[in-house]
T-cell receptor, first 113, second 117 residues
Framework: DAGITQSPRHKVTETGTPVTLRCHQT?????MYWYRQDPGHGLRLIHY???????DKGEVSDGYSVSRSKTEDFLLTLESATSSQTSVYFC????????????FGPGTRLTVT | AQTVTQSQPEMSVQEAETVTLSCTYD???????LFWYKQPPSRQMILVIR??????QNATENRFSVNFQKAAKSFSLKISDSQLGDAAMYFC??????????????FGQGTILTVHP
């Protein structure tokens, strides 16, 4: 299994509070992604990174920000959590040197009350 | 933008039987990749099979095979000799082949597969 961890694995927070999810990889893959999974929608891309300090928006980026100061870490921040951000969040990694094969972390279940 | 559609929210199959999950996609690109991912109750995303659009031959991986119809933009997954461990959510996904796509995946809505003993 690819070395990808996510923390926390579960979190319950209140509306309006900031939340940061962390993705950590030990594979030295260049690209990292954040997806959210919701019933009826599959997985949707929130943000992605194509290098340290290089990030861009995905399909559902409103209300989220990201940062990548090191190759191995990709942080997803909900500046002010809303109930619509209750979801399961997946981090993934890939590398063009390895055919962009995408590997996923174990997921974080976030509940905003 | 590309879209991926899985029109079967749920499917069921008897153990040892064969089941086919459907996926259609929309793209204006000629070169791309298609994938099927399995998500068991553990929530882990597991790559089942991949297909490169420029290859006419359908991909196979043991009991899993695909029927790739490029002109029809259809990519179905056939599971033969179904096993209880095949029970999961299955996602179809699309990826552009160009480097500027940065490997991003577009997923379908998912199909829940139930396997009856």
């Amino acid at each position: 299994d690819a070395g990808i961890t996510q923390s926390p694995r579960h979190k319950v927070t209140e509306t309006g509070t900031p939340v940061t999810l962390r993705c950590h990889q030990t594979e030295n893959h260049r690209y990292m992604y954040w997806y959210r999974q919701d019933p009826g929608h599959g997985l949707r891309l929130i943000h992605y990174s194509y290098g340290v300090k290089d990030t861009d928006k995905g399909e559902v980026s409103d209300g989220y920000s990201v940062s990548r100061s090191k190759t191995e870490d990709f942080l997803l921040t909900l500046e002010s959590a809303t109930s619509s951000q209750t979801s399961v969040y997946f981090c993934a990694i890939s590398d063009p040197r390895k055919s962009y094969e995408q590997y996923f972390g174990p997921g974080t279940r976030l509940t905003v009350t | 933008a590309q879209t991926v559609t899985q029109s079967q929210p749920e499917m069921s199959v008897q153990e040892a039987e064969t089941v086919t999950l459907s996926c259609t996609y929309d793209t204006s690109e000629s070169d791309y990749y298609l994938f099927w991912y399995k998500q068991p109750p553990s929530r882990q995303m597991i790559l089942v099979i991949r297909q490169e659009a420029y290859k006419q031959q359908n991909a196979t991986e043991n009991r899993f095979s695909v029927n790739f119809q490029k002109a029809a933009k259809s990519f179905s997954l056939k599971i033969s000799d179904s096993q209880l461990g095949d029970a999961a959510m299955y996602f179809c996904a699309y990826r552009s082949s160009g480097g500027t796509s940065y490997g991003k995946l577009t997923f379908g809505q998912g199909t829940i597969l139930t396997v009856h003993p």
